[in-house]
């Protein structure tokens, strides 16, 4: 079984920054694609980056540019920062963990096998 907990969500003005962090714990060398997922009130959750064991990283267009997505191996800890933000990218964000590459269906839920509970993102104007 693999853990994961996300943190440091919280709220800025628009313009600011945040960093995500996901800790994993358990059997985390089975975890293959990790990613980034977002779901705002009344929206699908959607898949905002992802990161490949080889180190390939992918984005969705609403975040490119502007959010980087990063893992430390040592401390088993995979990272979102976040800058520019603006009042679209509040919601809550998961970080999510597959046995298999990512691939060209990382953005699909239900492809992910672990899910942390969730960090809540909010951005004013």
């Known amino acids: 079984q693999v853990q994961l907990v996300e943190s440091g969500g919280g709220s800025v003005q628009a313009g600011g920054s945040l960093r995500l962090s996901c800790v994993a714990s358990?059997?985390?060398?089975?975890?293959?694609?990790m990613g980034w997922f977002r779901q705002a009130p009344g929206k699908e959750r959607e898949g905002v980056a992802s990161?490949?064991?080889?180190?390939?990283?992918t984005y969705a267009d609403s975040v490119e540019g502007r959010f980087t997505i990063s893992k430390d191996n040592a401390k088993n800890t995979l990272y979102l920062q976040m800058n520019s933000l603006k009042p679209e990218d509040t919601a809550m964000y998961y970080c999510?963990?597959?046995?298999?590459?990512?691939?060209?269906?990382?953005?699909?839920?239900?492809?992910?096998?672990?899910w942390g509970q969730g960090t809540q993102v909010t951005v004013s104007s």
């Open positions: 999510a963990a597959m046995w298999g590459a990512c691939g060209g269906t990382w953005t699909r839920p239900n492809d992910y096998n672990y």
């Open positions: 358990g059997v985390t060398y089975i975890m293959n694609c």
């Open positions: 990161l490949d064991t080889d180190g390939t990283t």
